[in-house]
């Protein structure tokens, strides 16, 4: 595939689309094929998403939090039957034969129900939020045959002690929505009554017996574990942030990643750590230039009377430098990561003009004081040519005498490359508005690991993500 290809089918969602409509099409098997693409095509496909986690956790809480922000359409498992058994649904007309003789409706039965409620058009448009359902795999499997898939999976987890206490002091308005006595009370003018949850450790003892074997018929999900033993607004931040992720894709990723940062910042070794981690091509253009320098290529000529001078190198060459790089096969069929280029707006636009359009670019966002000490404390040891840092990797103390500073390492040369990458740094991050900026203070695995997390699983288009 070409890199325009690539850049046109990443930017309209092509492979997500493609792969939609494959899924769609297996579990529907409509009569008209054309038809079931047409709807597609025509609507943005919204969130559908389960809400999992054991009793008295407060799912129907955050299903209503999650549809006051989305719309999506609440369908509780534990009232589902009897919701459409009122209505004369056809499967709730199934279901009204049990409800009326007092029995309790067959599993098959409430499933039908989910089923025939997540097809209909408010949730077809709008979306939906499962909570009440499913308890074991058996019923995870089922569901998951008869075409009901989720966006996005949630995990809801909190002390046993703190579920107890939540379902003895459990109160319902006269709307049906939940408070709880101690936890978020009522406001003063709402009458409620008491409705604490019975049999709670039956129902707890169920749960812990079953959660392994749903989790496992999940695995495959777009999952978030999710500790619901915190203050609801920040349990909520965790949550929305989770939903504004995309569902998880089975469609081709090429990385196409710059990696910007001042120096000292760690933006090489971070960027050899998406190099590593999905096999792609590393490309420092600093090493280009050398290499080209040194193998008296045409372009190695041109470059040479500007490095001879302390020039900067004209953006047209170190575009054309770095182009040809990504051009050759490894990176058209791996992906590349791009170390520390662009540098300037001006080339980030020659890139793009070239067709080459990171899909993922990341900022690293050390203080300077910390850039300072981080150089200015390297060394070399001039006889084995080991680095060693004077604090993070300090020397043997009989070699320390013959340590030598590389002259960029000095204060003086630091500071003036701080100032440079701090002037370009701000139109960079324009040009490229959907950044991940990350702190790049903390150690390597914890860097990367904010890293990545953006990486294979990006957030909102309109987002911007600042990590701290």
């Not at 001078?309 to 051009?327: E, F, H």
Request: hydrophobic residues 40%; contains cysteine; charged residues 25%.
């Amino acid at each position: 595939m070409s890199a325009d290809f690539v850049s046109y089918a990443e930017k309209h969602n092509l492979f997500s689309l493609f792969e939609t409509m494959v899924q769609e099409l297996v579990v529907q098997q409509p009569d008209d094929p054309l038809d079931l693409i047409a709807d597609l095509l025509k609507f943005e496909q919204p969130a559908t998403i389960i809400l999992y986690g054991p009793p008295a956790i407060g799912k129907e809480s955050l299903a209503k939090r999650i549809q006051e922000k989305t719309n999506t359409v609440i369908v509780d498992g534990g009232t589902i039957a009897q919701t459409l058994a009122n209505e004369g649904t056809p499967a709730g007309f199934i279901a009204k034969e049990f409800l009326e003789k007092g029995k309790d409706v067959p599993d098959d039965v409430v499933r039908k129900c989910i089923v025939e409620r997540v097809n209909q058009d408010d949730c077809k448009l709008r979306g939906w939020t499962l909570i009440g359902y499913p308890h074991t795999r058996e019923q995870s499997i089922a569901l998951q045959m008869e075409g009901v898939l989720a966006s996005h999976f949630i995990h809801l987890t909190a002390p046993r002690d703190v579920l107890a206490m939540r379902a003895s002091g459990r109160v319902v308005d006269g709307k049906g929505n939940i408070f709880h006595s101690l936890l978020f009370p009522p406001p003063l003018d709402v009458d409620v009554t008491e409705s604490p949850r019975e049999h709670f450790d039956e129902q707890y003892a169920f749960f812990l017996k079953n959660t392994s074997d749903v989790l496992r018929s999940f695995a495959e999900y777009h999952t978030c574990v999710l500790n619901t033993d915190q203050p609801m607004d920040d349990v909520c931040a965790v949550l929305f942030s989770f939903l504004a992720t995309q569902r998880r894709s089975h469609a081709p990723f090429l990385p196409r990643v710059t990696v910007f940062g001042g120096p000292g910042s760690g933006k090489t070794t971070q960027a050899m750590n998406i190099t590593n981690k999905y096999n792609a091509v590393y490309v420092n253009p600093q090493e280009l230039v050398t290499k080209a320098i040194s193998s008296s290529s045409k372009i190695g000529v041109a470059l040479q009377p500007y490095l001879q001078r302390g020039m900067m190198i004209p953006d047209n060459l170190y575009t054309k430098l770095v182009t040809q790089r990504l051009s050759e096969a490894d990176c058209a069929s791996g992906g590349w990561v791009l170390d520390g280029y662009p540098l300037t707006r001006s080339q980030a636009d020659a890139l793009n003009k070239a067709g080459f359009v990171p899909n993922f670019s990341v900022a690293i966002d050390v203080p300077r004081s910390q850039l300072t000490e981080r150089i200015t404390q390297r060394r070399v040891d001039p006889i084995t040519g080991l680095h060693y840092h004077l604090t993070s990797n300090k020397p043997p103390q009989e070699i320390e005498e013959r340590l030598q500073q590389r002259p960029t390492d000095t204060e003086e040369v630091v500071r003036k490359r701080i100032i440079e990458a701090d002037a370009f740094l701000p139109e960079l991050l324009d040009f490229y508005k959907k950044t991940v900026t990350v702190d790049g203070s903390r150690s390597e695995d914890v860097v990367f690991e904010s890293i990545e997390r953006h990486l294979v699983l990006p957030i909102d288009e309109q987002a911007d993500v600042l990590l701290k």
